[in-house]
């Protein structure tokens, strides 16, 4: 089988699920940024306090292009699809999935936005970054699954049925 690649806003699941649903097909597990972190020495909300966003975004960026991997699963970060030559690797290297999540969901599950390295420019509110990336994700989304009602067991279910 060839990658699949987890893709959607922070708070989607993409990690919780991407874990399990790796152990599920038999497949490998990347989560990309655990990936940079391990890189860099650093946490992404280090990184993105003290470098600045463009600097953490051309990190994710070089960080993703390096990647080799196949037969994986891989959990991206959320603003991934802010970069156009990631998101073309990425296609080319398997089935990308859109974990969709209505904008309330995402407010509930993301109860430590200060720390969890969410790439939220100065000024923007959770609803403009909503915004600004959803016709993104659908942009580069091979299959879109929407995920706000769902629990992990039923998301993997459907990504399965799906594939």
């Known amino acids: 089988m060839k990658n699949i690649i987890l893709i959607g806003m922070p708070g989607a699941g993409k990690s919780t699920v991407g874990v399990i649903l790796a152990k599920t097909l038999g497949m490998n597990f990347i989560d990309t940024d655990i990936v940079l972190q391990k890189r860099t ?8 306090n003290s470098d600045g966003i463009d600097a953490f975004l051309k990190i994710e960026e070089s960080t993703l292009l390096s990647l080799n991997f ?7 970060g959320g603003s991934v699809v802010l970069s156009e030559k ?4 990425l296609k080319k290297a398997g089935m990308v999935i859109y974990f ?3 904008f309330e969901e995402m407010v509930r599950r993301l109860n430590n ?5 969410v790439v939220l420019c100065e000024g923007q509110r959770l609803l403009d970054l909503y915004n600004q990336r959803i016709p993104l994700y659908e942009k580069y989304a091979d299959i879109t699954i929407d995920c706000s009602d769902m629990d ?6 459907t990504v399965i049925h799906e594939i």
Do not use: W
Request: glycine residues 6%; charged residues 20%.
């Open 41 to 48: 020495g650093r946490l992404l909300q280090e990184i993105i």
């Open 70 to 76: 196949s037969n994986s699963v891989i959990a991206t």
């Open 86 to 89: 990631s998101m073309d690797y």
């Open 100 to 102: 969709y999540i209505i």
């Open 113 to 117: 936005i200060m720390t969890r390295g």
């Open 152 to 157: 992990v067991e039923k998301i993997i279910e």
